[in-house]
């Protein structure tokens, strides 16, 4: 029933006349089989197509349809203060926006390129995801990563993102998402119109080193504008740090290997470009839309950045190129049976490919890298090393920050306050040896204590969103973290920091109280030991 009422509101919804849409600064990647402009046949795709701009023949970009206040919201009558009118107003604006999610949908399945680059990431999957049920969720096709057959691996879980170079990681992975979507993005140095030898020799030269940045972000809402435009405001700062330390540092004929000019032509300069490869997957045909509000939240954070870039574009500094590779989310990632055909994706940090994953343990590999976090001693600097595992250190730590986050938070996250808005935890950063997780409140609480003595098909039904597709594994997972969080709590996991009292200046370490303040906490820092190793340090 459900997938059809789906197909309902996708076939009244392709055929209205209200429907606008906008060409956005985003790229799609070149295809060989697109046609059209870039845009396929049918009615949401045509509209879209009308609205690209053709005076870039060989380029091709994303368009979004843009809701009109006056078409998705009943006019408010003052005389009417019946409360059907309120009901029946906030139906009619949720089922217009609900038809603006499924022509979004429907577009994106149909667009050449996006529909190429899905099927080669999920050709694989369509004879294994068609016996997915609700209790077998492990896909065969996705590579099961672990911690000696994939390199230096990062594990991002839910809530999280991390930065590195190839220098310090081979593979940045994320798995277990249904309706949350997996965002990766990978950037190097590019000359467009250069024919110069010496200066792709030096763009070479740059990206072979740690002239690539890779980033994965585990995304559970619509809501992370601020961090998606943070994370491709480093992408674009590193590559431009790196090239005006390279020009520093060299001569004034090595400078000009950053510039090349056309026809002779010296007042035409063409900088390097920073080429930013995107790559989105997750989310399905779940009943309440979800997936879609997150596919649409992310596509609009994306275009607004490539605005903000386009419009601040100025001379004698590199151009960002920013380009949607990979798109395979919402009903492109269900296999018809409304359920996610891939639930992971790992991105190889040198090379910019990404494929389905699923992060694993070796047989060898001890449970206990998920145990209870080891408190650190104050006079040592390198605690207990935990045990080898792609899945990284302290999961269950990082895991219970999403359950304390909705257990000790009381709805404060709906203030208006710039500090309450969502953020991503970054674990990870560029050039520097450390993953991190940042300090947080939690301990034990009576909603834990409730939610273990349910049985595992309740516990299932108020844990999660999805709870039709999840993973076996789902209830152990949930008990893991619960009795994890009833078993310790932030003061005894996070060391506070310690501050020079004004008066001698000595240091004074603050002990344990009830009182509670991120900020006078520190993070808990490890550090890379072996291949997937991981050490705590003080």
């Keep these: 029933m459900k997938r059809k009422i789906t197909d309902d509101i996708m076939t009244s919804s392709t055929s209205s006349t209200d ?5 956005t600064n985003l790229r799609l990647a070149a295809s060989s089989n697109s046609a059209s402009g870039g845009f396929s046949t049918g009615s949401a795709s045509d509209t879209a197509a009308d609205s690209a701009d053709s005076k870039d023949a060989d380029d091709y970009y994303l368009c979004l349809p843009t809701l009109d206040s006056s078409s998705t919201m009943a006019v408010d009558d003052p005389d009417n203060n019946d409360d059907n009118h309120d009901a029946q107003h906030q139906r ?31 050709q694989s999957s369509s004879s294994s995801s068609t016996n997915s049920t609700a209790n077998n969720h492990r896909s065969n096709n996705h590579k099961v990563i672990t911690s000696s057959n994939s390199g230096r691996v990062i594990n991002v879980l839910q809530g999280e993102m991390a930065h590195c170079t190839p220098s310090q990681a081979d593979v940045l992975v994320s798995d277990d998402a249904t309706t949350c979507h997996i965002l990766g993005l990978w950037s190097h140095l590019s000359l467009d119109y250069s024919s110069s030898t010496a200066h792709r020799d030096q763009m070479q030269q740059h990206n072979g080193g740690d002239g690539k940045l890779a980033t994965v972000a585990h995304i559970d809402s619509p809501d992370y504008e601020d961090c998606i435009r943070d994370a491709v405001d480093l992408h674009y700062r590193y590559h431009s740090s790196q090239l005006s330390s390279s020009s520093s540092s060299s001569s004034s004929s090595k400078q000009q290997q950053h510039q090349t000019r056309l026809n002779g032509d ?22 309440d839309g979800t997936s879609h509000e997150i596919t649409q939240g992310v596509l609009r954070a994306l275009s607004n950045i490539s605005d903000g870039y386009i419009n601040r574009q100025h001379h004698h500094q590199p151009r960002l190129q920013m380009i949607l590779q990979t798109c395979a989310v919402s009903s492109s990632n269900d296999n018809g049976s409304g359920c996610p055909i891939g639930r992971g994706l790992a991105l190889d940090v040198s090379s910019g490919k990404v494929y389905l994953a699923e992060v694993g343990e070796d047989d060898v590999e001890s449970s206990s890298s998920s145990s209870s976090s080891s408190p650190l001693l104050d006079n040592s600097t390198t605690v207990v090393t935990t045990s080898t595992s792609a899945k990284g250190p302290d999961c269950l730590l990082r895991q219970a920050r999403l359950w304390a986050s909705f257990i000790f938070n009381n709805g404060d996250n709906d203030s208006n306050d710039d500090d309450s ?17 940042s300090p947080f409140y939690f301990a034990s609480h009576p909603f834990p204590h409730r939610m273990l003595a349910l049985n595992d098909a309740l516990l299932l039904q108020y844990t999660s969103s999805s ?11 949930v008990r893991e973290t619960f009795r994890y969080m009833n078993g310790t709590s932030c003061f005894h996991v996070f060391k506070k920091k310690k501050v020079n009292e004004d008066d001698g200046g000595d240091e004074k370490d603050y002990g344990l109280d009830d009182w509670w303040d991120d900020e006078d906490y ?11 190793g991981w050490a705590a340090v003080a």
């Design 467 to 477: 709870p039709e597709v999840e993973k076996d594994n789902f209830v152990r997972c």
């Design 266 to 287: 010296d007042s035409t300069i063409i900088l390097p470009v920073i080429k930013l490869s995107i790559h989105l997957m997750g989310g399905y045909n779940d009943n």
């Design 522 to 532: 520190l993070p808990r820092r490890y550090r890379r030991v072996g291949l997937n």
């Design 19 to 23: 429907s606008k849409w906008e060409r």
């Design 421 to 437: 808005k969502r953020r991503l935890q970054i674990i990870h950063h560029p050039n520097d040896e450390y993953m991190y997780i």
């Design 92 to 122: 009619s604006r949720t089922t217009r926006q609900l038809q603006h999610l499924f022509e979004l949908d429907l577009y994106l399945s149909s667009v050449p390129q996006l529909a190429a680059s899905t099927r080669q990431l999920l």
